[in-house]
T-cell receptor, first 113, second 109 residues
Framework: TAGITQAPTSQILAAGRSMTLRCTQD?????MYWYRQDLGLGLRLIHY???????GKGEVPDGYSVSRANTDDFPLTLASAVPSQTSVYFCASSSEGGNYEQFFGPGTRLTVL | GQNIDQPTEMTATEGAIVQINCTYQTSGFNGLFWYQQHAGEAPTFLSYNVLDGLEEKGRFSSFLSRSKGYSYLLLKELQMKDSASYLC??????????WGAGTKLIIKP
């Protein structure tokens, strides 16, 4: 069972370029999340989706957009990357939104120059 | 504001016991999670507490005091593979997780 996968594993991106980070889960989980993790800081929620067709903003949504066309996929798009978006990005899912265990993907390491 | 505090780094000896503390302040409360994260890897779930008291799961136990806004993770019979960061996260009234920066645990032989 794959669980939750992310692509690419790592990427170097020029400032001003756009990029989509992909996330796919095969657990039929309703809720999905995007976090960024920066050294010395806790994971910070960017966007979330409690069910297919709905999305919501987290703590740090500016500069990012998401879509949830189906249950399995939850892509994160950076429309015009800036160096402050250099981070490790984790996608996660849980069976439902709420106080359920979240399962994390392996992460995407993004460097914006 | 919302805040999670936990020590940045701790060192312990193989075979010993270590307690990692976490204090939290959130808008509402819907439970306290602990995750383990090895370097370069994704976080993995360890425990969830929503009621006061101790939850034991093998070598790991987690405690919660809601009145004090306090939790700890207790690791017994430490093994070298327990070297990792331990992340404390509290769920607020909107069911969003507020994460601490993590405690890096170093195990020495």
């Amino acid at each position: 069972t794959a669980g939750i996968t992310q692509a690419p594993t790592s990427q170097i991106l020029a400032a001003g370029r756009s990029m989509t980070l992909r996330c796919t889960q095969d657990m039929r989980h309703n809720a999905m999340y995007w976090y960024r993790q920066d050294l010395g800081l806790g994971l910070r929620l960017i966007h979330y989706s409690n069910t297919a067709g709905t999305t919501g903003k987290g703590e740090v949504p500016d500069g990012y957009s998401v879509s949830r066309a189906n249950t399995d996929d939850f892509p994160l798009t950076l429309a015009s990357a800036v160096p402050s978006q250099t981070s490790v990005y984790f996608c996660a899912s849980s069976s439902e939104g709420g106080n359920y265990e979240q399962f994390f993907g392996p992460g995407t390491r993004l460097t914006v120059l | 504001g919302q805040n999670i505090d936990q020590p940045t780094e701790m060192t312990a000896t193989e075979g010993a016991i270590v307690q990692i503390n976490c204090t939290y302040q959130t808008s509402g409360f819907n439970g306290l999670f602990w995750y383990q994260q090895h370097a370069g890897e994704a976080p993995t779930f360890l425990s969830y507490n929503v009621l006061d008291g101790l939850e034991e799961k093998g070598r790991f136990s987690s405690f919660l005091s809601r009145s004090k806004g306090y939790s700890y993770l207790l690791l017994k019979e430490l093994q070298m593979k327990d070297s990792a960061s331990y992340l404390c996260a509290a769920m607020d009234s909107n069911y969003q997780l507020i994460w601490g920066a993590g405690t890096k645990l170093i195990i020495k032989p």
